[in-house]
């Protein structure tokens, strides 16, 4: 199973609006609602931020939202806080009952 | 309040294996999925694969077949995954999470396993 597609790097400024894209096949993203998104401080463990594509847990912020469109799923991080400083990494269900994570994407709050 | 608490560091020679093991509170033991996510050194995440508490089914990524074991103890609320043959390459953070809905809402603190001759 190859590894979802994800930009290494995204960047932008404090209160700016950023997305990072996670593109994968009909065989996993494409053909499956269980989408996922995790936010990794360094030396931290990931933390969930995104589920089922567009669902937040509780006490994760609004300025976080998912959406997909066919086999590209999106995480988009409104109003840019310096804390949002992190690697984001996606992770998707497959055809084969495995589950596959995004090579990550350091977003760097400039 | 819920928490994954992991063993240890590791340091193992090439050829040998690691058990790590993951204790679970906070919660009823058996309710959900765990899986196994490792990371090497500067690397992203590798999902490793699965295990169902309830009855100990597993499913782990063809990457790993045949080396990789998880395993659980209900009476304890721990789940164990072993690795065998170790290499340079499998140096790496090991992680345990929870799955109660198709995604990893917890995690443990992760596991140092350095492979060194």
């Known amino acids: 199973q190859s590894a979802l597609t994800q930009p290494a790097s995204v960047s932008g400024s404090p209160g700016q609006s950023i997305t990072i894209s996670c593109t994968g096949t009909?065989?996993?993203?494409?053909?499956?609602?269980?989408v996922s998104w995790y936010q990794q401080h360094p030396g931290k463990a990931p933390k969930l931020i995104i589920y089922?594509?567009?669902k937040r847990p509780s006490g994760v912020s609004n300025r976080f939202s998912g959406s997909k469109s066919a086999n590209t799923a999106s995480l988009t991080i409104s109003g840019l806080q310096a804390e949002d400083e992190a690697d984001y990494y996606c992770?998707?269900?497959?055809?084969?009952?495995?589950?596959?994570f995004g090579g990550g994407t350091k977003l760097t709050v400039l | 309040q819920v928490h994954l608490v992991q063993s240890g560091a590791e340091a193992k020679k090439p050829g040998a294996s690691v058990k790590v093991s993951c204790k679970a509170s906070?919660?009823?033991?058996?309710?959900?999925?765990f899986h196994w996510v490792r990371q090497a050194p500067g690397q992203g995440l590798e999902w490793m694969g699965m295990?169902?508490?309830?009855?100990?089914?597993?499913k782990y990524a063809q990457k790993f077949q045949g080396r990789v074991t998880m395993t659980r103890d209900t009476s304890a609320s721990t789940v164990y995954m072993e690795l065998t043959s170790l290499t340079l390459e499998d140096t790496a953070v090991y992680y345990c999470?929870?799955?109660?809905?198709?995604?990893?809402?917890?995690w443990g603190q992760g596991t140092m396993v350095t492979v060194s001759s």
């Open positions: 999470a929870r799955d109660p809905i198709e995604a990893f809402d917890v």
């Open positions: 906070g919660y009823p033991f058996s309710s959900y999925f």
């Open positions: 295990l169902n508490p309830t009855g100990g089914r597993t």
């Open positions: 009909t065989y996993d993203v494409g053909g499956y609602n269980h």
């Open positions: 089922g594509v567009n």
């Open positions: 992770n998707s269900y497959t055809l084969q009952s495995d589950w596959v």
